[in-house]
Nanobody, 118 residues
Framework: EVQLVESGGGLVQPGGSLRLSCVGS????????MKWVRQAPGEGLEWVAG????????DYADSVKGRFTISKDNTKNTLYLQMDNLKPEDSGIYFC???????????RGQGTQVTVSS
């Protein structure tokens, strides 16, 4: 059974940082492209970033480019999203999913809530 478990969300002030994690199981993590997607309140899913199976050639949505960094540790079956200089518009539920993107579809975990507010 494929499982994706996200963690690391929370409440942070504008300009702050958070690091999200996603542990994958039930599939060959090291052979799987991965992505982060998010959903703001009342909005649809938005692709945020993707990375190839071996942890190379990440790509980002324009809205987060230069502020977010996606990475992948295949020895720990873990996907990360380092988020710096957070803005209120980054608030939402963040999910990891299989696949690179830029579509936001695919099986997701339960998500982790990120709230950027002063």
């Amino acid at each position: 059974e494929v499982q994706l478990v996200e963690s690391g969300g929370g409440l942070v002030q504008p300009g702050g940082s958070l690091r999200l994690s996603c542990v994958g199981s039930g599939f060959t993590f090291s052979a799987t492209h991965m992505k982060w997607v998010r959903q703001a309140p009342g909005e649809g899913l938005e692709w945020v970033a993707g990375i190839f199976a071996r942890g190379l050639a990440p790509d980002y949505a324009d809205s987060v480019k230069g502020r977010f960094t996606i990475s992948k540790d295949n020895t720990k079956n873990t996907l990360y999203l380092q988020m710096d200089n957070l803005k209120p518009e980054d608030s939402g539920i963040y999910f990891c999913a299989r696949g690179f993107g830029p579509d936001a579809g695919g099986q997701r975990g339960q998500g982790t809530q990120v709230t950027v507010s002063s």
